[in-house]
């Protein structure tokens, strides 16, 4: 009875002790698991420092400019007379033709309209060259009406961006360069276009990328977290602006096939030294 019964206790012994590793094993695979793929959820929601409650916070927005026009800009200009053929020579010559975005790209897009030269000048018909760089649209049309009503009477003037293009990439869903359909674009409307943010973009590192009249480039970092984007001055977007969103520790983590390589060879190796410590017990 008592060899049986020391029996039992060793086979119980061994059992619990088999339990024990198993369950150490488990919890290192889970562990390398949390380590390559987890994301903290707070740094996900944006306005994160906004409180989740009935409380209303104001913020003063950033007053909006308008852009202004610079080389390289594509502008529709129409021009309506009461003359029908007038009319239709004004708006088709000297017209440029764009593609903008990846070619064969879903995104990819046409757009016409007269090119601002280096000099800052478009070519009309009847008015020859008119200089509207450093105007806004607003400003620009009343150039082209001053200049046309030399030669015709009562022009009804209008004047837009054909090419308000703001490029957005890196962890968002659909990257690409987008046209913009009005002036008045911010953040929120261009990570809009591109699909949002993946869930390994950085919300508190939002780079957004500026040309200035100057040939400089300004760079600037955005927090998504915070409610006080709204009041930077990169929150309206300006024509060619780059937005860039940064991957968080988590892509690379994911990403990083020699890692991964390792913790697999790992778990091989605990997974036959299991075996081998319940095989001897």
């Known amino acids: 009875m008592n060899y049986k019964g020391s029996r039992k206790k060793n086979q119980l012994t061994e059992t619990i002790f088999n339990c024990n590793v198993v369950r150490l094993f488990l919890y290192f695979v889970f562990f390398c698991i949390a380590c390559t793929s987890c994301t903290s959820y707070k740094n996900i929601p944006y306005f994160k420092d906004f409180p989740d409650t009935a409380y209303r916070a104001s913020v003063q927005m950033q007053a909006f400019k308008s852009p202004v026009i610079?080389?390289?800009?594509?502008?529709?200009?129409?021009?309506?007379?009461?003359?029908?053929?007038?009319?239709?020579?004004?708006?088709?010559?000297?017209?440029?033709?764009?593609?903008?975005?990846?070619?064969?790209?879903?995104?990819?897009?046409?757009?016409?309209?007269?090119?601002?030269?280096?000099?800052?000048?478009?070519?009309?018909?009847?008015?020859?060259?008119?200089?509207?760089?450093?105007?806004?649209?607003?400003?620009?049309?009343?150039?082209?009406?001053?200049?046309?009503?030399?030669?015709?009477?009562?022009?009804?003037?209008n004047v837009k961006f054909s090419n308000f293009k703001v490029t957005v990439f890196g962890e968002v869903a659909r990257p690409a360069t987008y046209i913009m359909p009005t002036e008045k674009v911010t953040l929120f409307d261009a990570l809009s276009q591109a699909g949002d943010l993946t869930i390994f973009g950085r919300r508190e590192n939002v780079t957004v990328i500026r040309d200035t009249l100057d040939n400089k480039k300004n760079m600037v970092h955005l927090n998504l977290n915070s409610k006080d984007i709204i009041s930077s001055p990169y929150f309206f977007l300006q024509p060619n602006d780059v937005v860039y969103v940064e991957p968080n520790e988590s892509k690379a983590r994911s990403t990083d096939a020699a890692r991964n390589r390792n913790i697999t060879i790992i778990a091989s190796l605990l997974s036959i030294i299991l075996v081998a410590v319940s095989r001897i017990r």
């Open 70 to 157: 610079k080389p390289d800009d594509l502008l529709s200009i129409t021009i309506e007379t009461v003359d029908p053929d007038i009319t239709a020579l004004l708006n088709s010559a000297n017209a440029v033709t764009q593609a903008i975005g990846a070619a064969n790209s879903p995104q990819l897009q046409t757009v016409s309209g007269y090119l601002v030269d280096k000099n800052g000048e478009v070519e009309l018909p009847f008015a020859g060259k008119l200089k509207l760089e450093g105007n806004t649209t607003v400003e620009a049309r009343e150039v082209v009406r001053a200049a046309m009503e030399k030669y015709i009477k009562d022009p009804i003037v």
